[in-house]
């Protein structure tokens, strides 16, 4: 288009280029780190009821010094019917009889229970402390864990649907710097939360801030590249993610407190609001948005910085040359607008059915390590190194391959990878394959990074990949609500993922076109025209 004969002409793969990408980036790590984070944070500890028997000292003085500690736990705690130790009953013992003594391991199964009233005891050998230990959310309280990570993935649905609109209306980088502020501000206050319900509430400011970085920081540098760097910045920003996956899992060997490892990844936000503050709003969105003369004094800014002496840019020519954008820029598109053009709707909801299925699959499995094994930590540095790699092996492949084949064969692999896990026990193998599932999704996702941009015009650029990642995050949401029908049909949860895979396989192989190395859309009447 005819921005992309501008861009050479203030450098288009500068010293400005490779500042901006590298302050993103390092930005996103930590950003990452957010997504998962309740994988740490909210870990559910093994755990039992508080009785006197084993965990009141002077209770325990008057117990026989014959009775070891496994007896005392027998006496103690009921069996379930797996043979394993109650998670939210004890025996009840009348007070000022703790222990007595015509009572046998033959006759304890006839004895009263209760639930806990005294509380819990947790297992702080893997994580000390986490928001289910600090608030007790076990037993009869375990359903607000799941509330809390959905008022996050909600608070993230709920940016993409406002921040889209900002993202177009008012600019890049008016919706970069306070959507980076706020994140810090939220992420700080999660950890110095005093009570659960101020926690939710800071999550899902969390949520609604990422979404504003992502949403004003990723078409900001892709509007800054030319077609043929557009994949690399695309895989940069999901590889940063994946290193904020990396470095969480890493930081959990180290740091086994929940609200210091919430500062630790917070606090450096602040710093990265303030080198926003350098990072000049995307000319392309300038000058569809009819503002040459803020255009004209950004991209003299970025020749300055890449050391390119430009001579011909003027007014008169930025103008003459993006006419047409111009034009086209005048009219202000809602998002019912979006679905009145027969092609740029098809597009829309092939994407939209496409970024449902990666939030499904990804937070579908990710955000349950737990059920895989008991090493949390391990469990968390891999999933980040693997997808890490997923994402630059489909740097490697997409340019070679190309953007609709890539996303059409990993989420048919998605598919057919993710039906083995429901029917194996936990264990190895499981991972195996639960890992290749999440991995063959990220390679999917990081190709819709670059094909989202590349399908839609800069006019609406911002709203539509707004609606778009917002149905990604109602796949988030409802992920783990699927996770629940395990109670009914174990397998039930993977068979509904395959399903979804598999057709949004075929969906994107049917309706959607190939773009690599074409130029991208700056007006819709580039989609209808042809």
């Known amino acids: 288009m005819a921005f992309e004969d501008l861009l050479p002409l203030v450098g288009h793969k500068g010293r400005f280029q490779i500042l901006q990408a590298l302050s993103l980036a390092i930005a996103l790590i930590f950003l990452g780190t957010h997504f998962l984070i309740e994988n740490i944070t909210a870990f559910v500890p093994e755990h039992r009821c508080w009785t006197p028997l084993l965990d009141n000292t002077s209770a325990l003085l008057n117990v026989s010094g014959n009775l070891n500690f496994s007896s ?24 000022g009889q703790l222990l007595p003594p015509n009572v046998t391991g033959q006759n304890l199964s006839q004895l009263e229970t209760e639930p806990c009233v005294d509380g819990w005891t947790y297992d702080q050998s893997t994580i000390t402390s986490s928001i289910v230990t600090e608030w007790d959310l076990v037993c009869d309280s375990w359903t607000l864990k799941s509330l809390s990570q959905s008022l996050f993935l909600a608070g993230i649905l709920m940016g993409y649907l406002i921040g889209g ?18 994140l810090a501000v939220s992420g700080t206050g999660v950890a110095f939360a005093p009570s659960f319900q101020v926690y939710c509430c800071c999550r899902f400011l969390l949520g609604f801030s990422i979404s504003g970085v992502l949403l004003g920081g990723g078409p900001l540098i892709m509007e800054w590249s030319m077609t043929q760097h557009r994949h690399l910045v695309a895989i940069m920003i999901t ?46 969105w300038l000058i569809v948005h ?39 820029g005048q009219v202000h598109y809602t998002m019912l607008d979006l679905f009145h053009f027969p092609i740029l709707r098809t597009r829309i ?33 891999l999933l980040g190194a693997s997808s890490f790699l997923s994402r630059f092996g489909a740097l490697l492949i997409m340019n070679c391959l190309g953007r609709r084949t890539i996303v059409v064969t990993f989420f048919l692999l998605a598919g057919l990878f993710i039906l083995p896990s429901a029917f194996l026990p936990q264990g190895i193998l ?37 609606f778009i990642v917002t149905i990604d995050r109602i796949g ?10 395990k109670q009914y049909i174990r397998a039930m949860p993977q068979i ?23 130029p991208m859309p700056d007006i819709i009447q580039d989609l209808e025209c042809g």
């Open 476 to 485: 988030a949401v409802l992920a783990p609500l699927m996770n629940i029908l």
């Open 349 to 381: 909801l092939c994407l939209s059915l496409a970024s449902f299925t990666t939030g499904m699959l990804f937070y579908g499995l990710s955000l349950d390590l737990q059920n895989l094994g008991h090493n949390i930590q391990m469990l968390q540095v």
């Open 430 to 466: 499981r991972v195996v394959f639960a890992m290749l599932t999440i991995n063959c999704a990220m390679v999917s996702s990081s190709c819709n990074g670059v094909y989202y941009h590349e399908l839609l015009p800069t006019v609406v650029r911002g709203m539509s990949i707004g």
């Open 239 to 284: 590889m940063s993610i994946s290193l904020g996956h990396l470095f969480l899992g890493f930081l959990t060997y180290g740091i086994k407190d929940w609200r210091k490892l919430q500062l630790v990844v917070s606090v450096p936000l602040f710093a990265f609001f303030l080198i926003t503050w350098w990072l000049p709003e995307s000319a392309r």
């Open 72 to 95: 005392l736990l027998t006496f103690s705690i009921p069996l379930d019917s797996n043979g394993k130790l109650e998670k939210c009953r004890r025996f009840f013992w009348p007070q």
């Open 290 to 328: 009819n503002k040459c003369d803020d255009a004209l004094k950004v991209l003299r800014q970025v020749a300055k910085i890449n050391g390119v002496k430009e001579q011909t840019l003027t007014v008169e020519v930025l103008s003459s040359t993006m006419e047409k954008e111009l034009d086209a």
């Open 496 to 518: 509904i993922f395959a399903i979804i895979a598999i057709t949004a396989s075929l969906v994107v192989f049917l309706f959607l076109p190939e773009t690599r190395n074409k």
């Open 165 to 182: 609109y900002l993202s177009d209306r008012f600019g890049r980088k008016r919706t970069l710097s306070p959507s980076f502020f706020t």
